[in-house]
């Protein structure tokens, strides 16, 4: 196994946000830098090597993303693997975003409620580039759902207008998390890494 996998499901995306993942996935060499000099600097190298496991919306791997949410599966120098999903927004929110309802009028639930990663990566390319990510960060998703769960993260539920999705999203500023609950982010926001050494 590569020390990076990602899911990519091929059937063409249509509606009014399809565009963001086109634009995101300009965006996975850039993420898979980060994401190798991230783990390495908290002594948890990745293996060599990338893949992307390319399937349609009804193959065996796509279980991974539409029914677990998880887009990357991670596989370190010291044997042990790890999932992770990621969101990548071209806004300057500066927030981490997860999906609440898939649609709220039907109460079809999303990620917040699905998702069963180990970590989440959220990356703002703003203003867009496709070559950088300007704020971003990597926390460890059990940690901050304890954290949520004793009322040290407040978050806000917000519908996106900007596509005219149906979906509806919990967020909190990045520079709000605690800090037990993240594993890097960027440094004041310049992309500097700002992590815990072991």
């Known amino acids: 196994m590569a020390g990076i996998t990602r ?13 963001r993942f086109r634009d995101s996935r300009k965006l996975w060499p ?27 919306k009804d193959g065996y791997d796509a279980g991974y993303d539409s029914d677990l949410g998880i887009d990357v599966l991670l596989q370190f120098e010291g044997k042990q693997t790890a999932t992770m999903q990621e ?23 999303g990620d917040w409620f699905t998702m069963k990663c180990q970590y989440y990566f959220v990356g703002y390319d703003y203003p867009k580039t496709g ?14 759902q304890l954290a949520t769960a004793q009322g040290r993260v407040c978050w806000q539920v917000t519908p996106n207008k900007h596509d005219g999705a149906r979906a509806n999203f919990k967020h909190t500023p990045i520079q709000a998390l605690p800090s037990d609950v993240v594993i890097a982010r960027s440094n004041g926001f310049s992309g500097a890494i700002q992590a815990q050494f072991c």
């Open 7 to 19: 899911i990519h499901i091929t059937d063409a995306i249509n509606g009014r946000g399809a565009w």
């Open 30 to 56: 850039v993420a898979n830098e980060l994401y190798r000099e991230v783990f390495a600097s908290v002594c948890m190298p990745l293996v060599p090597g990338y893949e992307a496991r390319e399937c349609s």
């Open 87 to 109: 969101k990548f927004l071209f806004t300057k929110y500066n927030t981490v975003t997860v999906e609440y309802y898939q649609n709220p009028a039907m109460a079809i639930q």
């Open 131 to 144: 070559q950088r990510f300007s704020t971003w960060v990597l926390v460890d998703w059990p940690r901050l």
